[in-house]
């Protein structure tokens, strides 16, 4: 689903996005669209984020995940019990 998302650019770059677009013959939002995909894709590389990097081993516990299921039960019991007070 698209969303409407507003931000003051300077005038060059409306002006270069626009005719990026004619250019590809493609409309404004997909050159920006294509733009964010590159940028990010360029930020992860440099700071190595990439979310199946980063969870690599996650899943790999100490505890069995009934001890893991049990410990959430407890703290959300307990989270509860503070919010009636």
């Not at 270069?16 to 250019?23: D, G, K, T």
């Not at 590389?45 to 690599?56: C, G, V």
């Not at 001890?67 to 703290?75: M, Y």
């Given at each position: 689903?698209?969303?409407?998302?507003?931000?003051?650019?300077?005038?060059?770059?409306?002006?270069?996005?626009?005719?990026?677009?004619?250019?590809?013959?493609?409309?404004?939002?997909?050159?920006?669209?294509?733009?964010?995909?590159?940028f990010a894709e360029q930020v992860g590389?440099?700071?190595?984020?990439?979310?199946?990097?980063?969870?690599?081993?996650?899943?790999?516990?100490?505890?069995?995940?009934?001890?893991?299921?049990?410990?959430?039960?407890?703290?959300?019991?307990?989270?509860?019990?503070?919010?009636?007070?």
């Open positions: 689903m698209d969303k409407v998302f507003s931000a003051r650019i300077d005038e060059s770059v409306v002006g270069c996005i626009s005719n990026l677009a004619v250019q590809l013959h493609s409309t404004k939002k997909q050159v920006i669209e294509r733009a964010i995909e590159l590389r440099e700071q190595k984020t990439d979310l199946l990097e980063r969870s690599f081993g996650a899943w790999k516990r100490e505890e069995s995940s009934q001890e893991s299921v049990e410990t959430s039960r407890a703290a959300f019991r307990k989270s509860m019990e503070r919010a009636r007070r």
